[in-house]
């Protein structure tokens, strides 16, 4: 249990984070807030009753979203990633008790970060802490690696869209680059997707 | 042979590493196998001690295999291979070498959508199945009037659900993107968002379909099998990690799995199989909408009129590579991956159709030697004849008509107009 239970500095960027606390028990989401909004946190609780939690989760964008393990919601929280497709945020689950064996596993894993249910709720903040940092790290290692494998194949992408661009348009390199960048903005598409576009639409005509 | 392969033959007990075991499944009719296997002792008689484990929900499923509290579990086909892949999450590799059936999924619109598509395009809401153009008109009419876009469910993105539900859409014109929303809600929760208009329709696995019918919410207006006959849906899922600790008793659950699916498809044990999973541990819904599921589920030989799902018959439980290419041109095909993939290398690394031949070897079933097999080719009711004897297949047609040679998924995936695909289309060397 160490892991869970060790103390985490808070860091000062932590001070204004927004916690959503998808959790159909209310008296632990509402021990669970108060907790966090002692530490600093915003802390955040659907509706009661029947909520569109998706919509919730648009609205209110949190930083973290701490999920009971055992509800449905769950496949609603992973789903909710795309809306923050470019700037992901973790997940900490609520787990039972029964289970921190296998939970630790997956902890160390790195899968993710789990709070024991029956935690006091004071235990909360520094599993917050943790799951931020380690996912910061995670998210950080993933960029690299994946801008490291795109980054040389799109690059030739906008490379070669441009080519097409100052040839059809004859224009120059730097107009060619700000119309794909325009492309991109109005239709909130990626520089080497446009880029592909225009060069499908250049072989296709 | 015959006399030793009757009811009381023992089956040989192998070196089991693992004979107590943890099954995952999700109250979905396609959960059968597993219940039936359970119930009816074929577990037990491959010398397994299964307990099964009702999982809230797919994420769950996917975790509890990486932190090894499940040993196997019923996954979403496509979930073994985005989990393989990492895409929308962590990278866990997953294996499977046993599908636990085919069709079964539906598309179900509120009565209000309903009433607009009649109103709107009486002549397409008489054809079977319904093509998309009839919504399409709804969503353009919606678009003149400013209003906001209508949204679709399904369980689960990485699902036979969402990419049906996305080629009936495409084919009809409509882009499941840009002119409508498809989001994911939990299958028990599915009937009520579609009564309270938080959602106006959804794709998904039975019996979910009839109980909106049941509870007169929803109308189908469209069963999968007309979209893709014969479709794969859900499988069962290992990590590689496990399956290369335990190859012995991964065969012997396939094994029993493979003995209950062909159990499940004798007409005479279809009432019993109900009334096994329509207990409250394992399906929670009434033993009539169960039962109007299986009557809405063609069978393998395409006659609708025949009440049954497709557990065994036409190959159902094998493993097709085939199958597994389609839903990676998919998930390429919708932007649920990024980079290049693989298509041979990761079929055959998740889908391993050489650990369903060796588990099934000693039943002595007909099995096919091929690992894959066009899809979109038959339209007819066809004979495999690669097979240690001949399978009697199902047809494999595609609503528009389209052909998948498994050898040319990047040929396949350019000749779609609609397609979100972010990733170069080629195949990394």
């Given at each position: 249990m160490s892991r869970l239970t060790q103390k985490v500095p808070p860091s000062?960027?932590?001070?204004d984070l927004r916690v959503l606390i998808v959790d159909r028990t209310a008296a632990r989401s509402h021990a669970l807030r108060e907790a966090l909004e002692r530490e600093g946190y915003v802390a955040l609780i659907p509706p009661p009753g029947r909520c569109d939690l998706l919509r919730c989760v648009r609205e209110l964008e949190p930083d973290v979203i701490i999920v009971d393990m055992d509800s449905p919601d769950r496949d609603i929280v992973e789903d909710s990633r795309r809306v923050f497709l470019e700037d992901p945020r973790p997940i900490v689950m609520f787990v039972d008790e029964s289970d921190s064996a296998s939970i630790r596993a997956a902890v160390d894993a790195g899968v993710a970060s789990y709070v024991v249910k029956?935690?006091?709720?004071?235990?909360?903040r520094p599993v917050v802490e943790v799951a931020l940092a380690r996912f910061r790290a995670f998210q950080s290692l993933k960029s690299e690696l994946d801008d490291a494998r795109n980054s040389l194949a799109e690059r030739k992408l906008v490379e070669r869209a441009k080519g097409l661009l100052m040839e059809r348009r004859s224009c120059s390199e730097d107009e060619a680059y700000r119309m794909l960048r325009r492309m991109a903005m109005s239709r909130g598409q990626r520089l080497a997707e446009v880029a592909r576009n225009v060069i499908e639409m250049a072989t296709l005509l | 042979m015959l006399t030793i392969r009757s009811a009381g033959w023992e089956a040989p007990q192998e070196d089991l590493e693992k004979s107590s075991l943890r099954l995952g499944f999700v109250?979905?009719?396609?959960?059968a196998p597993l219940v039936v296997a359970k119930e009816r002792g074929f577990f037990r008689r491959h010398g397994l001690d299964v307990e099964l484990s009702r999982e809230r929900s797919w994420a769950n499923v996917r975790d509890n295999l990486e932190a090894g509290r499940l040993d196997a579990a019923q996954m979403l086909a496509p979930m073994t291979l985005a989990a393989t892949l990492g895409a929308g999450a962590r990278a866990v590799p997953m294996v499977t070498?046993?599908?636990?059936?085919l069709n079964g999924n539906a598309i179900t619109v509120s009565r209000s959508l309903l009433g607009r598509m009649q109103e709107i395009d009486p002549p397409a809401m008489r054809?079977?199945?319904?093509?998309?153009r009839a919504l399409k008109a709804v969503l353009d009419e919606d678009r003149r009037r400013g209003r906001p876009p209508l949204a679709f469910a399904v369980v689960y993105p990485f699902s036979a659900h969402n990419y049906e539900l996305r080629y009936w859409l495409a084919t009809g014109g409509v882009d499941p993107d840009r002119d409508l929303e498809i989001r994911t809600v939990p299958p028990s929760a599915m009937v009520e968002a579609l009564a309270d208009g938080t959602i106006d329709g959804y794709c998904v696995g039975e019996p979910w379909g009839a109980y909106a019918a049941h509870s007169a919410c929803g109308h189908t207006i469209v069963r999968t099998y007309d979209v893709w006959n014969n479709a794969p849906e859900k499988v069962l899922g290992v990590t590689r990690a496990w399956a290369e600790r335990h190859p012995c008793t991964h065969r012997a659950m396939v094994r029993a799995l493979i003995e209950a699916a062909r159990w499940i498809d004798r007409p005479e044990n279809r009432l019993e199989t109900l009334h096994v999973i329509a207990g409250e541990s394992f399906v929670d819904a009434p033993v009539e909408v169960l039962e109007r599921a299986l009557a809405r589920a063609p069978s393998a030989d395409g006659d609708a009129a025949v009440a049954a799902g497709t557990f065994y018959r036409g190959a159902a439980t094998f493993p097709w590579r085939s199958h597994a290419i389609w839903f990676l041109t998919q998930m390429l095909r919708w932007g649920q991956i990024d980079a290049p993939v693989d298509f041979a290398a990761v079929s055959a690394a998740v889908y391993r159709c050489e650990i369903y031949r060796e588990a099934a070897e000693p039943l002595g079933v007909p099995v096919p030697l091929v690992d894959s097999k066009d899809e979109g080719v038959h339209d007819a009711p066809w004979l495999l004849g690669e097979a240690t004897s001949p399978i009697a297949m199902g047809p494999d047609a595609f609503l528009d008509r389209r052909t998948f040679d498994p050898n040319e998924p990047l040929r396949y995936l350019a000749a779609f107009a609609a397609t979100r695909a972010i990733a170069p289309l080629r195949t990394p060397r």
């Amino acid at each position: 249990m160490s892991r869970l239970t060790q103390k985490v500095p808070p860091s000062p960027a932590a001070r204004d984070l927004r916690v959503l606390i998808v959790d159909r028990t209310a008296a632990r989401s509402h021990a669970l807030r108060e907790a966090l909004e002692r530490e600093g946190y915003v802390a955040l609780i659907p509706p009661p009753g029947r909520c569109d939690l998706l919509r919730c989760v648009r609205e209110l964008e949190p930083d973290v979203i701490i999920v009971d393990m055992d509800s449905p919601d769950r496949d609603i929280v992973e789903d909710s990633r795309r809306v923050f497709l470019e700037d992901p945020r973790p997940i900490v689950m609520f787990v039972d008790e029964s289970d921190s064996a296998s939970i630790r596993a997956a902890v160390d894993a790195g899968v993710a970060s789990y709070v024991v249910k029956g935690a006091s709720p004071e235990r909360v903040r520094p599993v917050v802490e943790v799951a931020l940092a380690r996912f910061r790290a995670f998210q950080s290692l993933k960029s690299e690696l994946d801008d490291a494998r795109n980054s040389l194949a799109e690059r030739k992408l906008v490379e070669r869209a441009k080519g097409l661009l100052m040839e059809r348009r004859s224009c120059s390199e730097d107009e060619a680059y700000r119309m794909l960048r325009r492309m991109a903005m109005s239709r909130g598409q990626r520089l080497a997707e446009v880029a592909r576009n225009v060069i499908e639409m250049a072989t296709l005509l | 042979m015959l006399t030793i392969r009757s009811a009381g033959w023992e089956a040989p007990q192998e070196d089991l590493e693992k004979s107590s075991l943890r099954l995952g499944f999700v109250p979905l009719l396609d959960a059968a196998p597993l219940v039936v296997a359970k119930e009816r002792g074929f577990f037990r008689r491959h010398g397994l001690d299964v307990e099964l484990s009702r999982e809230r929900s797919w994420a769950n499923v996917r975790d509890n295999l990486e932190a090894g509290r499940l040993d196997a579990a019923q996954m979403l086909a496509p979930m073994t291979l985005a989990a393989t892949l990492g895409a929308g999450a962590r990278a866990v590799p997953m294996v499977t070498a046993l599908s636990l059936g085919l069709n079964g999924n539906a598309i179900t619109v509120s009565r209000s959508l309903l009433g607009r598509m009649q109103e709107i395009d009486p002549p397409a809401m008489r054809r079977s199945p319904v093509p998309a153009r009839a919504l399409k008109a709804v969503l353009d009419e919606d678009r003149r009037r400013g209003r906001p876009p209508l949204a679709f469910a399904v369980v689960y993105p990485f699902s036979a659900h969402n990419y049906e539900l996305r080629y009936w859409l495409a084919t009809g014109g409509v882009d499941p993107d840009r002119d409508l929303e498809i989001r994911t809600v939990p299958p028990s929760a599915m009937v009520e968002a579609l009564a309270d208009g938080t959602i106006d329709g959804y794709c998904v696995g039975e019996p979910w379909g009839a109980y909106a019918a049941h509870s007169a919410c929803g109308h189908t207006i469209v069963r999968t099998y007309d979209v893709w006959n014969n479709a794969p849906e859900k499988v069962l899922g290992v990590t590689r990690a496990w399956a290369e600790r335990h190859p012995c008793t991964h065969r012997a659950m396939v094994r029993a799995l493979i003995e209950a699916a062909r159990w499940i498809d004798r007409p005479e044990n279809r009432l019993e199989t109900l009334h096994v999973i329509a207990g409250e541990s394992f399906v929670d819904a009434p033993v009539e909408v169960l039962e109007r599921a299986l009557a809405r589920a063609p069978s393998a030989d395409g006659d609708a009129a025949v009440a049954a799902g497709t557990f065994y018959r036409g190959a159902a439980t094998f493993p097709w590579r085939s199958h597994a290419i389609w839903f990676l041109t998919q998930m390429l095909r919708w932007g649920q991956i990024d980079a290049p993939v693989d298509f041979a290398a990761v079929s055959a690394a998740v889908y391993r159709c050489e650990i369903y031949r060796e588990a099934a070897e000693p039943l002595g079933v007909p099995v096919p030697l091929v690992d894959s097999k066009d899809e979109g080719v038959h339209d007819a009711p066809w004979l495999l004849g690669e097979a240690t004897s001949p399978i009697a297949m199902g047809p494999d047609a595609f609503l528009d008509r389209r052909t998948f040679d498994p050898n040319e998924p990047l040929r396949y995936l350019a000749a779609f107009a609609a397609t979100r695909a972010i990733a170069p289309l080629r195949t990394p060397r």
